[in-house]
C-alpha cells in the first residue's frame, strides 16, 4: 500500500471553527489532492498540489485552504467550518506526470460539523 | 465538469455480467476506474490511456473510445467481492473530475 496518512479520522466540530486536515505521505510523490465525499456526488476536488508551495484551486475550493510547506504533508483548512462541510475528505497522492499514474486514497477523515 | 457514469446501480448475481459506462463532454485522454467498498478508500483498478485500448484486471476489463469520449468496465462472471461503488475519472484542466459512481451489488 502507498504511505499515506489521514488525521484525524474522525472530528466533529462547531459551526463557524476553524478545522485543518492533514495528509501524510512517505512516498515522496509531487501531486497531492483533497477531495470531498457526498452521497450523489462521488468525488469532488477541493484543492490540489503539485510541488512544495504549488497549490491550486479544484471545483468545490470556496470556504477552503490549502498549504504545502513540505513535500510529505498536505494541510487542509476549513477557515470557519459550516454545516455544508460535513462530509467525508480523502487525501490522495500521484506519482507520475499529469494521469498517468495512479492515484492513491488514504483512509479519509469523517468531519461532522454541528 | 464531472463524467457521467450509468448505471447508477446494478443488482447482480454470482456468475453474471455487468458494464459499465462512463462518458464526457470533454475530449478524452484518460480515463482511469476506481472500486470503493463501503467505508473504505477507493481503490486502483486501471488507467487507460490510448484510444481503443482494453486492460484486464482479473475478470474485470475496460475500453476506451476516444471518438465517443467514452469509456466501459466490464465484469465478468461476477464475484461477491466485486460489489462496491465504481468511479471512473477523467482529466479536467490539469485535475482530475470523477463520476458520481455506480453502486454494483452482487448476491449469492
Known amino acids: 500500500d502507498a504511505g499515506i496518512t489521514q488525521s484525524p479520522r474522525h472530528k466533529v466540530t462547531e459551526t463557524g471553527t476553524p478545522v485543518t486536515l492533514r495528509c501524510h505521505q512517505t512516498e515522496n510523490h509531487r501531486y497531492m489532492y483533497w477531495y470531498r465525499q457526498d452521497p450523489g456526488h462521488g468525488l469532488r476536488l477541493i484543492h490540489y498540489?503539485?510541488?512544495?508551495?504549488?497549490?491550486d484551486k479544484g471545483e468545490v475550493s470556496d470556504g477552503y485552504s490549502v498549504s504545502r510547506s513540505k513535500t510529505e504533508d498536505f494541510l487542509l483548512t476549513l477557515e470557519s467550518a459550516t454545516s455544508s462541510q460535513t462530509s467525508v475528505y480523502f487525501c490522495?497522492?500521484?506519482?507520475?506526470?499529469?494521469?498517468?499514474?495512479?492515484?492513491?486514497f488514504g483512509n479519509g477523515t469523517r468531519l461532522t460539523v454541528t | 465538469q464531472q463524467p457521467v457514469q450509468s448505471p447508477q446501480a446494478v443488482i447482480l448475481r454470482e456468475g453474471e455480467d455487468a458494464v459499465i459506462n462512463c462518458s464526457s463532454s470533454k475530449a478524452l485522454y484518460s480515463v482511469h476506474w476506481y472500486r470503493q467498498k463501503h467505508g473504505e478508500a477507493p481503490v486502483f483498478l486501471m488507467i487507460?490511456?490510448?484510444?481503443?485500448e482494453q486492460k484486464g484486471h482479473e475478470k474485470i476489463s475496460a475500453s476506451f473510445n476516444e471518438k465517443k469520449q467514452q469509456s466501459s468496465l466490464y465484469l465478468t462472471a461476477s464475484q461477491l467481492s466485486y460489489s462496491g461503488t465504481y468511479f471512473c475519472g477523467t482529466e479536467d484542466n490539469n485535475d482530475m473530475r470523477f463520476g458520481a459512481g455506480t453502486r454494483l451489488t452482487v448476491k449469492p
Open positions: 490522495a497522492i500521484q506519482g507520475g506526470e499529469y494521469f498517468n499514474s495512479p492515484l492513491h
Open positions: 498540489s503539485y510541488g512544495v508551495k504549488d497549490t
Open positions: 487507460l490511456l490510448k484510444g481503443g
